[in-house]
């Protein structure tokens, strides 16, 4: 195949390319015609497995690579998020907050795919995914929420897949046992929402222009599992600056990419292509040659069509995902202002430790607006916590109740959890490059109880989760507060 170079070619051409900078015109993404690439769920791969072998081996090849090659490891990282946000190629680009989370991070691995494929010497080299929820599943090599063996084995730096800052201890580095709990990987909020455009649904807010980090809530899957899995993982996962230098990020943006998929072929679902400007936004990586190569949405939303690859275990691709009269037509899609939709608000500076908050949060006069809303099944009440900034990033997730009794056990499956707290992306002044952080959580089925258990004020309540080790929930080790300064009950 034409542009299928050897890896000696590879190295004499960056070698001789130095720094980079020439911009090719769009490329042509197909470069696998006939077979397709199936990309493995990692639970099922040891350690002699050929996408094993060839992911430690690309990965050890970019770490060599010299600082300033745009492939090295670090660099390919910068492109994430740079540490300190410092500027360079193609740094500090990824996308959250909005409607381009997904494929920007599509694209984001899939060159790092390719390069992993060029560097391995492996031509057919696929990207595993990481499901965290593989559970006890016959023959999965992993428990539910666990890190792969491959990831934390052996510890220390022959291992290029081994990150020793993960949460669980320095040493450890999430290690045998450890696992991450069970409420910080649902997908169940996210894959129940039916429309993907919008701060509360499942792809995220509509912005106008490429948006390094948007202030207001993240979609539904980005919140969960995806910010939660990073910051439950903590360590460099935990930061955006940082995140992609653990390679387990990876294989949790395969399994994120994959989840695209499966929400898509739920009945309903489908990606915004009648947006032109959702279709045609292009992106900028760098291909194996580390030249910049430019890709749009549009051609990138099937994957196995356009791009070559399928997941292991996926439904088959869905065929409305296509933007095709989208051009021309420039839909906007209005989310009215979220102070016209406030039912209460109340200023109240709070600070999350290691012990679980709770707080009153008095309803006013406005009981029977908000029971109405909850009780309405085409109106929707949302919990909003503004103002949220972090000193450091904690290395905790807080599962968040509403209406919990005093003195009753928080347990994510009870009617009272509303999701989980994960401050991915949560900077020191609010959201990275934005004034405020936001999260959000729909709170409807609790809020209906906890009113007619308490009309006048409802019991928030804040509890930290550290790792689960062999079964048992660990002390929490906290190591960074997160605060927030008001609370506002609003209608979606
Ligand atoms: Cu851009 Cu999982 O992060």
Redesign the pocket.
């Given at each position: 195949m034409a542009n299928r170079r050897t890896r000696r070619d590879f190295l004499i051409t960056t070698a001789a390319a130095g720094s980079l900078a020439i911009v090719l015109p769009e490329e042509l993404l197909a470069t696998k015609v006939g077979a397709v690439f199936v990309r493995r769920n990692v639970k099922f791969l040891g350690p002699n497995h050929p996408d094993i072998v060839s992911l430690k081996a690309g990965i050890q090849a970019m770490k060599n690579l010299p600082a300033a090659n745009p492939l090295n490891w670090n660099r390919w990282a910068n492109i994430?998020r740079h540490p300190n946000g410092l500027a360079g190629p193609l740094f500090n680009t990824?996308q959250?907050g909005h409607w381009w989370f997904f494929p920007w991070?599509r694209m984001y691995i899939l060159f790092f795919e390719r390069i992993i494929r060029q560097l391995s010497g492996n031509p057919n080299f696929s990207l595993p995914y990481w499901d965290y929820t593989a559970g006890t599943v016959a023959g999965s090599l992993y428990n539910a929420g666990a890190l792969p063996r491959l990831f934390w084995s052996p510890q220390n730096n022959t291992n290029p897949l081994y990150n020793s800052v993960r949460n669980g201890g320095a040493a450890a580095g999430f290690n045998a046992g450890a696992a991450i709990t069970p409420a910080a990987l649902s997908t169940t909020v996210a894959m129940n929402t039916t429309t993907f455009v919008g701060s509360l649904r499942f792809g995220g807010q509509q912005v106008a222009a490429p948006t390094h980090f948007a202030g207001g809530p993240h979609g539904r899957l980005e919140a969960n599992p995806?910010d939660s899995v990073?910051s439950a993982i903590g360590g460099d996962m935990g930061d955006?600056g940082r995140?992609a230098r653990d390679p387990i990020?990876f294989l949790?943006?395969c399994n994120?990419d994959r989840l695209w998929n499966v929400w898509l072929k739920q009945a309903g679902r489908t990606n915004p292509t009648g947006n032109a400007a959702w279709c045609k936004q292009p992106f900028q990586f760098f291909n194996t040659s580390g030249q910049v190569i430019t890709s749009r949405v549009r051609d990138v939303l099937r994957a196995q069509a356009q791009l070559g690859y399928r997941y292991e275990e996926e439904p088959l691709p869905q065929a409305s995902s296509v933007c095709t009269t989208a051009e021309g037509i420039q839909e906007a899609i209005p989310e009215p202002s979220v102070e016209s939709r406030t039912v209460v608000v109340h200023q109240q500076t709070i600070t999350l430790g290691a012990a679980p908050t709770r707080v009153n949060l008095p309803m006013g006069n406005r009981t029977e607006s908000l029971r109405g809303i909850a009780n309405d099944t085409r109106r929707n009440l949302v919990l909003r916590l503004e103002g949220v900034k972090v000193d450091r990033q904690p290395g905790v997730v807080y599962e968040v109740y509403v209406g919990l009794p005093a003195g009753q056990p928080a347990v994510h499956t009870s009617p009272h959890f509303v999701g989980v707290l994960a401050t991915?992306g949560v900077g020191t002044h609010g959201g990275h490059g934005d004034s405020d952080g936001v999260i959000s959580f729909p709170i409807d089925r609790a809020a209906a109880a906890a009113l007619t258990a308490n009309p006048t004020s409802v019991p928030i309540t804040f509890v930290p989760r550290g790792l689960i080790v062999d079964g048992r929930e660990q002390p929490v080790q906290l190591q960074g507060n997160v605060t927030f300064t008001r609370f506002r009950v609003h209608e979606e």
């Amino acid at each position: 195949m034409a542009n299928r170079r050897t890896r000696r070619d590879f190295l004499i051409t960056t070698a001789a390319a130095g720094s980079l900078a020439i911009v090719l015109p769009e490329e042509l993404l197909a470069t696998k015609v006939g077979a397709v690439f199936v990309r493995r769920n990692v639970k099922f791969l040891g350690p002699n497995h050929p996408d094993i072998v060839s992911l430690k081996a690309g990965i050890q090849a970019m770490k060599n690579l010299p600082a300033a090659n745009p492939l090295n490891w670090n660099r390919w990282a910068n492109i994430h998020r740079h540490p300190n946000g410092l500027a360079g190629p193609l740094f500090n680009t990824c996308q959250h907050g909005h409607w381009w989370f997904f494929p920007w991070h599509r694209m984001y691995i899939l060159f790092f795919e390719r390069i992993i494929r060029q560097l391995s010497g492996n031509p057919n080299f696929s990207l595993p995914y990481w499901d965290y929820t593989a559970g006890t599943v016959a023959g999965s090599l992993y428990n539910a929420g666990a890190l792969p063996r491959l990831f934390w084995s052996p510890q220390n730096n022959t291992n290029p897949l081994y990150n020793s800052v993960r949460n669980g201890g320095a040493a450890a580095g999430f290690n045998a046992g450890a696992a991450i709990t069970p409420a910080a990987l649902s997908t169940t909020v996210a894959m129940n929402t039916t429309t993907f455009v919008g701060s509360l649904r499942f792809g995220g807010q509509q912005v106008a222009a490429p948006t390094h980090f948007a202030g207001g809530p993240h979609g539904r899957l980005e919140a969960n599992p995806h910010d939660s899995v990073h910051s439950a993982i903590g360590g460099d996962m935990g930061d955006p600056g940082r995140a992609a230098r653990d390679p387990i990020f990876f294989l949790h943006h395969c399994n994120i990419d994959r989840l695209w998929n499966v929400w898509l072929k739920q009945a309903g679902r489908t990606n915004p292509t009648g947006n032109a400007a959702w279709c045609k936004q292009p992106f900028q990586f760098f291909n194996t040659s580390g030249q910049v190569i430019t890709s749009r949405v549009r051609d990138v939303l099937r994957a196995q069509a356009q791009l070559g690859y399928r997941y292991e275990e996926e439904p088959l691709p869905q065929a409305s995902s296509v933007c095709t009269t989208a051009e021309g037509i420039q839909e906007a899609i209005p989310e009215p202002s979220v102070e016209s939709r406030t039912v209460v608000v109340h200023q109240q500076t709070i600070t999350l430790g290691a012990a679980p908050t709770r707080v009153n949060l008095p309803m006013g006069n406005r009981t029977e607006s908000l029971r109405g809303i909850a009780n309405d099944t085409r109106r929707n009440l949302v919990l909003r916590l503004e103002g949220v900034k972090v000193d450091r990033q904690p290395g905790v997730v807080y599962e968040v109740y509403v209406g919990l009794p005093a003195g009753q056990p928080a347990v994510h499956t009870s009617p009272h959890f509303v999701g989980v707290l994960a401050t991915f992306g949560v900077g020191t002044h609010g959201g990275h490059g934005d004034s405020d952080g936001v999260i959000s959580f729909p709170i409807d089925r609790a809020a209906a109880a906890a009113l007619t258990a308490n009309p006048t004020s409802v019991p928030i309540t804040f509890v930290p989760r550290g790792l689960i080790v062999d079964g048992r929930e660990q002390p929490v080790q906290l190591q960074g507060n997160v605060t927030f300064t008001r609370f506002r009950v609003h209608e979606e």
